[in-house]
C-alpha cells in the first residue's frame, strides 16, 4: 500500500490517538514507517496545540515526533492570511497558543478582545482588524463571540482554522470549531474560509513544505469528510481507518480501508 510512498500525512485524532493515550499499534507504526524512510508528519485540524505541545502531547501517548514534523491548520490559517493581507496584518482573532504562535511566527499583529468586551461592539477598534480568523478556544464567551462578530462585519470576511463539528474526547466529544463558527455565521451573514481539512490547499502546502510530490504522499486519517475528502481533491492516495469517532466508513471513497494504522 504504501509503496512509493516518501511522505506521510498522518491525522492525529482518532488516527493515531484518542484523548489521552495512543490507539493501539500507532506508536509502532510511526517507527515502522521511519525504518521503511517514509516521513511522517502530524497534519492536524486542531488549532489549539503549538507545534511544541503536539510533540509532547504524542510524546505522552509515547509517539515520537519532532517540532518540524507538525503541520497545524493554524499554521496553513496565518499563511494565508499573511498572504492574503501581507506582512504585519492586523488580525483579530481568538483561538489558543497554536494559533496564537503561528499568526506571530507570520509576522502578524495581533488583535485580542479585550479584557471586558463591550456587547455593543468596541467602536474604536472595531476596524483596526485587517483579517479575521477563529481557532477552538473553550474560554470563548458571548461577549468575546460578539466582539468577534463585530471585527468580522467591519472586515467583510473571515477564517476557520477548521470547520470540524466535534473534537473526540476521552469521554465522547466536544464540539468543535465548527460550532463556534456557525454562530459567527449566523450573526454576521458572513460564510468563512476554511483553512484546515477538507481544503485541498492545506495538504498542497504540506507537501511543498516536504518538498514531495502528489504521487509521493499519502494521506491517511479516520474522517471521510475531511481527511479524506482533502487528500483525493489533492489527487493523494488516501488510507481511511476505523478508529476513530464512530464514523460510516462504508462507501468510502478511500482508495484504501483499514480498522487501524496498525494494519500498516
Ligand atoms: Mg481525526
Redesign the pocket.
Known sequence: MLENVRVALL?I???LCRGASAIAGAAEFVERIRDRKIRPVFFTNNATRTPEQVVSYLASCGIGAHIDEVCTSAQFAAHIIAKRVGERAKVAYIGQSGLEQALSEQGCVLVRPPSKPELGGDRGVRHAAEAAVMGLDPTATYATLAWFCHQVVGIGWYMLTNNDARFPSDDGFVPGNGALGSFVTTATGIKPVVAGKPNPDFVRYTLERFSAEVDEAVVI???GAT?IRAGLAAGVLTIQVRS?VPLPTEGSEADFVVDSVADL
Do not use: K
Request: aromatic share 0%; net charge negative.
Open positions: 491525522d485524532d482518532g488516527t486519517g479516520d474522517n481527511d476513530g
